[in-house]
C-alpha cells in the first residue's frame, strides 16, 4: 500500500486531538501492558499493519512476552491471560466490532468485576482511541516499516 498523505503535516491540529486522546489514555491509571494489549487486539481485529508493528514492539518494550503477543488472536483458548484481561478483551471486541450487537450486559458485567467506573472510562477510552487510529491509519494508506 502506497501512503495517500501525511495527515499530521495536511492538519496538525487534527493530530493534536489524537494526541489529547492517547494522552488521557495514558495518564488513566491503566496498567501499560494493558493498554497495549487492548492496542493490538483491536489493530489485529481492524488489520491495521502499521498499528500492529507499533504496539508489538511497544509491548516488547514494556516486558510483555512474545507467548502472550502471539496468542492475542486466540485469547479466549489460552490460559496466559488473567480474567480481567480476558474481560478487557471481550470488551475490546465488542466495542470494536460494535455492529454486532453492541456491548452485552454480561461482557460488561465482566468487566466490572475487576474495573470501577473511572477505569471503564478509561478502558472505553482506550478501546476508541485504538480504533480512531487504525482507521486514520488505513484510510490515510500508512504502512508497517518494511523488513529488509
Known amino acids: 500500500m502506497k501512503a495517500r498523505m501525511n ?31 487492548i492496542k493490538i487486539r483491536a489493530s489485529q481485529i481492524n488489520g491495521c499493519a502499521f498499528c500492529l508493528d507499533m504496539h508489538t ?5 514494556l516486558g510483555e512476552t512474545e507467548q502472550r503477543i502471539y496468542l492475542l488472536n486466540a485469547w479466549r483458548e489460552s490460559a496466559v ?3 480481567a484481561e480476558r474481560s478487557v478483551l471481550a470488551l475490546t471486541e465488542a466495542v470494536t466490532v460494535i455492529t454486532n450487537g ?18 471503564c472510562v478509561a478502558l472505553i477510552m482506550a478501546i476508541n482511541t485504538i480504533n480512531c ?4 491509519a488505513i484510510t490515510t494508506g500508512m504502512t ?5
Open 7 to 37: 495527515y499530521r503535516n495536511v492538519n496538525p491540529q487534527a493530530y493534536q486531538a489524537m494526541l489529547q486522546l492517547e494522552k488521557f489514555v495514558q495518564e488513566s491509571g491503566l496498567d501499560k501492558k494493558l493498554i497495549e494489549l
Open 57 to 61: 514492539k511497544d509491548a516488547r518494550k
Open 81 to 83: 491471560y488473567s480474567e
Open 102 to 119: 453492541g456491548v452485552s450486559d454480561e461482557v460488561y458485567a465482566e468487566v466490572r468485576e475487576h474495573f470501577d467506573e473511572d477505569q
Open 133 to 136: 487510529w487504525n482507521r486514520i
Open 144 to 148: 508497517a516499516p518494511a523488513i529488509l
